[in-house]
T-cell receptor, first 117, second 116 residues
Framework: AQSVAQPEDQVNVAEGNPLTVKCTYS??????LFWYVQYPNRGLQFLLK??????LVKGSYGFEAEFNKSQTSFHLKKPSALVSDSALYFC???????????????FGQGTELSVKP | DTEVTQTPKHLVMGMTNKKSLKCEQH?????MYWYKQKAKKPPELMFV???????INESVPSRFSPECPNSSLLNLHLHALQPEDSALYLC???????????????FGDGTRLSIL
């Protein structure tokens, strides 16, 4: 079965410190992995994706994520957090084994990031 | 600014009312989606349209009726909703659905629906 786990409901970071938001996945085929961010009263905004190739993916707003196949993880990182990064973050996976059968995006439960000054 | 536009932003309706949510995109995407999202939870897929045809209905109650008049527009018709239907309704689009699958979905800012 396809699934995504975000083990932390909330992550608290001081401004200027590095941040990590964790994500692990389970799929039958190869994964397409995505990170989205949702600010209050807004829709989801695409941050970055891993499809194939380099395991380190760079995205919007200084975020990056590292794909680790052996650990089935795709953690989101940023070297220096900003107060404006405070938001709800969702990891999502699409199982390439099922994409031609109408495979859908599977979301994690979300992690609320709080960056304090 | 988001490239997927949803109207209205807020909607309050009684359980006997009929209303519609609208979604528009001009990115040339051929797949469009409706999601329901409760507070601080992930979006739940409701419907997928691919090339203007309904591809996926995730066992959504018939009081929700989707419509795709053309490749840029998506509607969600609402009738006889229940209080538990109060949520944020998100529209999204992507280049395609049954294709390569590596393109992200682009979301609108949603319609916040309250059922009295």
């Amino acid at each position: 079965a396809q699934s995504v786990a975000q083990p932390e409901d909330q992550v608290n970071v001081a401004e200027g410190n590095p941040l990590t938001v964790k994500c692990t996945y389970s799929v039958s085929g190869n994964p397409y992995l995505f990170w989205y961010v949702q600010y209050p009263n807004r829709g989801l905004q695409f941050l970055l994706k891993y499809i194939t190739g380099d395991n380190l993916v760079k995205g919007s707003y200084g975020f990056e994520a590292e794909f680790n196949k052996s650990q089935t993880s795709f953690h989101l990182k940023k070297p220096s957090a900003l107060v404006s990064d405070s938001a709800l973050y969702f990891c999502a996976v699409r199982d390439t084994l099922f994409y031609n059968q109408g495979g859908k995006l599977i979301f994690g439960q979300g992690t609320e990031l709080s960056v304090k000054p | 600014d988001t490239e997927v536009t949803q109207t209205p932003k807020h909607l309050v309706m009684g359980m006997t009312n009929k209303k519609s949510l609208k979604c528009e995109q001009h990115m040339g995407h051929r797949a469009m989606y409706w999601y329901k999202q409760k507070a601080k939870k992930p979006p739940e897929l409701m419907f997928v349209y691919s090339y203007e045809k309904l591809s996926i209905n995730e066992s959504v109650p018939s009081r929700f009726s989707p419509e795709c008049p053309n490749s840029s527009l998506l509607n969600l018709h609402l009738h006889a909703l229940q209080p538990e239907d109060s949520a944020l309704y998100l529209c999204a689009s992507s280049q395609d659905y049954e294709g390569d699958g590596n393109q992200p979905q682009h979301f609108g800012d949603g319609t916040r629906l309250s059922i009295l």
